[in-house]
């Protein structure tokens, strides 16, 4: 339990150990001069504040808090990095981003484990689906250019479209933030950002962890990982095994990199730092690169459940090769027309600038293709009309009898 008295005897004590007077406090922390009159007399500072005291005064937040300096050469946590009442009452102020309507969530941040009711008597033999995901080296060029919270939607949306193409309906959400030190307004922009997502995509952010590692990842450095549990019925599940000659491949369009190919793109604006700030279509290079990856979920919701829908990938690491193959039975091939492919500027412009051969974007970039659908060939233009609602869709190729799970025709027209 806080002791307020203690705690403004002791910041008295030391600002004027530290000879310093209430206005020279204020001027240092750019606040008002009653806001440290208050503080001396029992009024808490809030989490900033009492990180900038603590550093004023050449203490930690725990000794402000605990209204007494820690004697002798004693060890603790905080001298070894990890202040755990700076980061207990930064927990406290993220707890606003955890509330939720969803009467399923049954608690909140504090317990050891986060409650969720599964009860869901309209669905049979329900499965759980569960996956993991993180940004990869995105999230480096984020924290570089100022884009903390909008790299939480491409880690949130990544993780619901890889749940959505099997079917699945998004429940909830687990994150982890790992740094070198906990700073606030970034912590809370990360939270903020993976709650909103949540929001938008349907489902709830539950609980988490963010875990100080001072001694195993460096100061200004951040790892976002995040789970993700959706549920759907047994004879729905969408997994390609439905997959048959004549069913047509559509493309659900991306709107960009999405969340790969970036240790290439890294590479590029290390060897030509100028294409930063090059302008295309209509748009600095890095505004074009860091758009968050697009969300699937509700353009494909509708489509759940449908015998007409065969299989469903999300087009990531290893582009359409590697991800369509993944739900191609054997025996059976997806022949696609690069000539039908839409390219967005950016992928050209990569394609250009770095001198970048045809079948290493393929590998490496969705190429604007952000969805694949196997679909039955009576279904698939009134497919194409509904997921049109939300995002441009169009005949891309067939399934043929074939050795080669994936086959390309043509060329793209970059």
């Known amino acids: 339990m806080l002791d307020n008295r203690k705690i403004a005897e002791f910041i008295t004590t030391r600002r004027k150990e530290a000879g310093m007077t209430q206005a020279d406090v204020a001027e240092k922390l750019k606040v008002s001069f009653q806001a440290v009159s208050k503080w001396e007399n029992g009024t808490l500072p809030n989490v900033e504040m009492l990180v900038e005291l603590a550093g004023l005064f050449h203490v930690t937040v725990d000794e402000i808090l605990a209204g007494r300096e820690k004697s002798g050469e004693n060890f603790s946590y905080s001298k070894a990095g990890v202040d755990i009442s700076y980061t207990d009452a930064m927990k406290r102020e993220m707890a606003e981003y955890l509330k ?28 759980l689906v569960l996956k993991s995901e993180e940004p990869g080296s995105k999230q480096k060029l984020a924290m570089e250019y100022g884009y903390s919270e909008s790299i939480c ?47 938008e995509n349907e489902c709830a952010l539950v609980g988490g962890e963010t875990s100080i590692q001072p001694s195993v990842v460096e100061k200004g450095v951040y790892i976002l990982t995040s789970s993700i549990a959706g549920i759907l019925s047994k004879k729905d599940v969408i997994d390609g095994s439905a997959i048959r000659e004549g069913d047509v491949v559509l493309t659900v369009a991306s709107n960009g990199l999405h969340t790969n190919g970036y240790s290439l793109v890294r590479m590029l604006m290390d060897k030509m730092p100028q294409i930063k700030l090059d302008k295309v279509a209509g748009e600095t290079f890095i505004e074009q690169i860091m758009k968050p990856h697009t969300p699937y979920y509700r353009a494909i919701r509708s489509l759940f459940g449908r015998k007409t829908v065969h299989g469903m990938a999300h087009i990531t690491g290893g582009g359409i090769e590697g991800n369509l193959c993944r739900i191609i039975p054997e025996g059976l091939c997806a022949e696609i027309d690069l000539a039908n492919i839409k390219p967005l500027p950016i992928f050209s412009y990569i394609q250009k600038i770095g001198n970048i051969e045809e079948e290493e974007m393929l590998s490496t970039f969705n190429c604007g293709v952000g969805l694949n659908l196997v679909v039955a060939k009576e279904s698939w233009e009134a497919i194409v009309q509904s997921v049109g609602e939300y995002y441009d869709c169009y005949e891309v190729g067939r399934i043929v009898r074939n050795s080669r799970k994936v086959r390309f025709q043509n060329h793209i027209v970059w």
């Not at 608690?107 to 009711?117: C, E, K, M, V």
């Open 100 to 127: 939720t309507d969803d009467r399923r969530v049954l608690n909140g941040l504090g317990p050891f484990a986060s409650l969720y009711d599964i009860h869901f008597p309209e669905l049979t033999d329900p499965v």
């Open 153 to 199: 939607h491409d880690m949130i949306n990544h993780l619901v479209n890889d749940i959505a193409v099997m079917g699945a309906k998004p429940l909830a959400v687990l994150d982890t933030i790992v740094c070198g030190n906990a700073e606030k307004e970034t912590i809370k922009s990360f939270v903020k950002g993976i709650s909103e997502a949540c929001r």
